[in-house]
């Protein structure tokens, strides 16, 4: 297992290295592969989008769209997008779906439109790990080895060892309701507040340095794993 969500129904989707993607509805698991148009079954990344749709990442077969039951919408490199291995997937306020590449870089899916961001324009580094929408606007990228990004109205800000960070390979981000950003990183877990890095290891009781995934509960404590 590779990634998991749940859609605004209520429903577990469950992203599988090679036999595709699995929904728990109630006590029926109703799976997606290569029977139902999914071409690749590896997949990475399950994002649930504000319209009831779903979007699958895979490693190599580009990015699909599923709604109703049905896959709706494939983009891959033939398609216009940057790569067709997808790791991270998100949607910003202005309903824009972001899809982040493994040596493509970042896209941009505004309607049908493609708008890719590499290190040509600015990003410090081609493997996008994961994203997340900023409470203030923008995205937040996480890269493999480039550090942390924040895309905002048109101007990248990245912050990097050299500002406090821990390590450049970001693999999990959190963002709190007071807009406290928790980056979760090779090395450790580092804190973005107002602008500074703080930063913990498991030299201070943290069980474990590589934090892949951080998951809010109801109470507004977060696991990590």
Known sequence: IRSICE????????????????????????TYGKSNGLTNEAVRAVFPDRDGGVWVGTNGGGV????????????????????????????????????????????????DKITKF??????????????????????????N??????WREGTLTTYGMAQ??????????????DGTLWIGTEAGL?????GQVTSATSRVGLYDDKIFHILADADDFFWMS
């Open 64 to 111: 699909f769209r599923i709604r109703d039951g049905k896959i709706v919408a494939r983009y891959d490199e033939s398609r216009g997008l940057s790569h067709d291995s997808v790791y991270a997937i998100c949607q910003d306020a202005a309903g824009d779906v972001w899809i982040g590449t493994y040596g493509g870089g970042l896209n941009r899916l505004q309607g």
């Open 7 to 30: 859609d605004r129904d209520g429903n577990l989707w469950i992203g599988t290295d090679g036999s595709g993607i699995g929904m728990l509805q109630g006590r029926q698991v109703i």
């Open 164 to 177: 406090g960070l821990l390590n450049n390979t970001v693999f999990a981000l959190h963002q709190t309701s």
């Open 118 to 143: 590499t290190v040509e324009n600015g990003l410090p580094n081609n493997t996008i790990r994961c994203l997340l929408p900023n409470q203030d606007g923008g995205v937040w990228i996480g890269t």
């Open 190 to 194: 580092s804190r973005l507040r107002r």
């Open 145 to 150: 080895g480039g550090g942390l990004c924040l």
